[in-house]
C-alpha cells in the first residue's frame, strides 16, 4: 500500500472535518515517497498549541514516521480554518543530496 493512504488512514484517527495528504517528494532530492505535506482540521487540536498539536499527530502516525524523511504538519481547529481557508505552500528544497 503506498505511504500516502497508511498515513491517511493514520491521521484519520484524529477525527478531521478536513484533511488533505500531499506527497511533495518530487520537489526533493531524497527518492519516492519521502516528503509529505498533511493539512489536518480538527477539534481535537483546539485549547492545544503548536508543539501539543504535531505530538498528537506523531502519536497518531506512530511507527510509520520512521518510514519517511518529512512531514510538515499544518494543524487547525475548525474555526482557525475558516479564518485562514488555505495552509502556506511548501519550500522548495534547499538540498540533501
Known amino acids: 500500500m503506498p505511504k500516502i493512504d497508511l498515513l491517511q488512514a493514520a491521521l484519520a484517527s ?9 506527497d511533495e517528494s518530487h520537489m526533493h532530492s531524497r527518492g519516492l515517497e519521502t516528503h509529505y505535506k498533511a493539512v489536518i482540521v480538527s477539534e481535537q487540536f483546539a485549547g492545544l498549541n503548536a508543539v501539543k498539536r504535531h505530538q498528537k499527530v506523531y502519536a497518531a502516525v506512530g511507527e510509520l514516521m520512521g518510514q519517511i524523511h518529512a512531514l510538515a504538519l499544518h494543524t487547525y481547529t475548525p474555526d482557525e480554518w475558516t ?9 522548495t528544497c534547499k538540498g540533501g543530496h
Do not use: N, R
Open 14 to 22: 484524529l477525527q478531521p472535518q478536513q484533511l488533505d495528504v500531499l
Open 83 to 91: 479564518q485562514q481557508g488555505v495552509a502556506p505552500a511548501s519550500p
